[in-house]
């Protein structure tokens, strides 16, 4: 599931899916799946700091304008996800993207929610940023499929 989600076909970029991703993650409060998924956005080309900006102050984060309503339904979803309307989904397609990214910005910000709980569930510890930038390029060269066994490699070194 998310391999196909995060590589697969979509209008978003790699990089633009790993930060609504990340995204998604930080603003519910999940520092594991924040620092983990930033560092990945970061590897594929995203400006450095720009995930913390967009916590800090979403209005004024240096992003693509037509992305902005993305990152707000991405929010909602995952911040208040019953006040999520047709409005929402509405603003998206009228900022130039189609009906299938609205499903994969839904989608990712469900998988978000589902990586939230299980890294609370199993009391995950955030990794370092140094680490989380080279389990990010280790996921950027093998994708998501069998990810962990490739991460326990790089931990060993």
């Not at 991703?21 to 560092?39: K, L, R, T």
């Not at 304008?65 to 929402?88: E, I």
């Not at 939230?116 to 280790?138: Q, Y």
Request: with cysteine; glycine share 6%.
């Amino acid at each position: 599931m998310s391999e196909v989600l995060m590589n697969g076909a979509s209008p978003f970029s790699q990089a633009e899916r790993e930060l609504l991703f990340a995204y998604a993650a930080g603003v519910a409060g999940c520092e594991f799946v924040f620092i983990a998924h930033a560092e990945v956005a970061y590897a594929r080309g995203i400006e450095r700091g720009v995930l913390e900006q967009l916590l800090r102050d979403p209005e004024n984060a240096s992003v693509e304008a037509r992305l902005k309503p993305v990152l707000s339904l991405v929010r909602k979803l995952s911040v208040t996800p019953s006040d999520v309307c047709q409005f929402d989904v509405d603003s998206v397609v009228s900022a130039g993207w189609d009906e299938h990214a609205s499903h994969d910005a839904i989608s990712i910000a469900g998988r978000a929610a589902f990586m939230h709980r299980i890294a609370t569930g199993f009391g995950l510890v955030p990794l370092s940023r140094e680490m989380a930038a080279k389990h990010a390029v280790r996921r950027i060269e093998k994708g998501y499929v069998n990810v962990v066994r490739s991460f326990e490699q790089v931990d060993k070194q």
